[in-house]
């Protein structure tokens, strides 16, 4: 049976990830969450002490890093590694939020790090979310879905997975995140956040876990059996 690539998009905290990572397991597919390797990109600069806006130093620093995503069936959880490093928790805190979409929004960041994506794709089998997984990275994908939900909904969300972490942050300090990232990652020159014309709405404010998934898995097992 055929595969399909299934691109999630949408604004932080819409809830990309949990969906994607329920259809990969759902679907057995592999998962890639595309802003996890921004965000390890932007904590190898901060290690580095690199000033953010001294883009030559931070493209000359991109042949150093090495970025991997791989599942530990241990703790049925996805992990991130930067040159070998789990850096799972570390790039989830409040100070790379802050800086990732200043990051990312760099232009030869951004065709770094879609370099790297589009080879997941090589086989198919993959559900990736992100910002421009339906616009760029895979233009072609067989599923788009772009992700929305009510701002304070986001934001609520986002600041109960945090806590849930231990990340010491305030909800203050997540809302006036999550209107930064909004306001950059819409307005920057390269690949800004917007929905892909062949992309289906998913509103999931007044959605269950449960609920979402079962909406897009009757989407892609549809377009499953149109590619078999």
């Known amino acids: 049976m055929q595969s399909i690539i299934i691109a999630i998009d949408g604004p932080s905290s819409s809830g990309k990830s949990t969906l994607a990572k329920q259809l990969a397991a759902t679907l057995k597919y592999n998962?890639?969450?595309?802003?996890?390797?921004?965000?390890?990109?932007?904590?190898?600069?901060?290690?580095?002490?690199?000033?953010?806006?001294?883009?030559?130093?931070?493209?000359?620093?991109?042949?150093?890093?090495?970025?991997?995503?791989?599942?530990?069936?241990?703790?049925?959880?996805?992990?991130?590694?930067?040159?070998?490093?789990?850096?799972?928790?570390?790039?989830?805190?409040?100070?790379?939020?802050?800086?990732?979409?200043?990051?990312?929004?760099?232009?030869?960041?951004?065709?770094?790090?879609?370099?790297?994506?589009?080879?997941?794709?090589?086989?198919?089998?993959?559900?990736?979310?992100?910002?421009?997984?339906?616009?760029?990275?895979?233009?072609?994908?067989?599923?788009?879905?772009?992700?929305?939900?009510?701002?304070?909904?986001?934001?609520?969300?986002?600041?109960r997975e945090l806590k849930s972490k231990g990340v010491e942050v305030t909800e203050s300090q997540i809302s006036e995140n999550l209107a930064g990232r909004d306001l950059l990652d819409k307005t920057r020159v390269m690949a800004p956040l917007r929905k892909a014309d062949d992309a289906i709405v998913l509103d999931n404010t007044n959605l269950t876990k449960q609920q979402q998934l079962e909406q897009v898995l009757k989407l892609a097992r549809l377009k499953i059996s149109e590619r078999n």
């Open 31 to 159: 998962y890639v969450d595309s802003g996890a390797f921004y965000r390890a990109a932007t904590l190898y600069f901060h290690e580095l002490g690199l000033d953010l806006q001294q883009h030559q130093q931070l493209i000359a620093a991109l042949k150093d890093i090495h970025i991997s995503n791989s599942y530990n069936p241990s703790t049925d959880k996805w992990q991130t590694f930067l040159n070998g490093r789990n850096v799972e928790s570390e790039i989830r805190g409040i100070t790379i939020s802050n800086l990732v979409s200043e990051v990312s929004a760099i232009p030869e960041v951004r065709s770094f790090i879609v370099s790297k994506l589009r080879r997941y794709g090589n086989e198919k089998g993959i559900v990736m979310d992100g910002r421009d997984i339906g616009t760029v990275v895979f233009p072609d994908a067989e599923l788009k879905i772009y992700m929305t939900a009510d701002e304070k909904v986001r934001s609520e969300r986002r600041f």
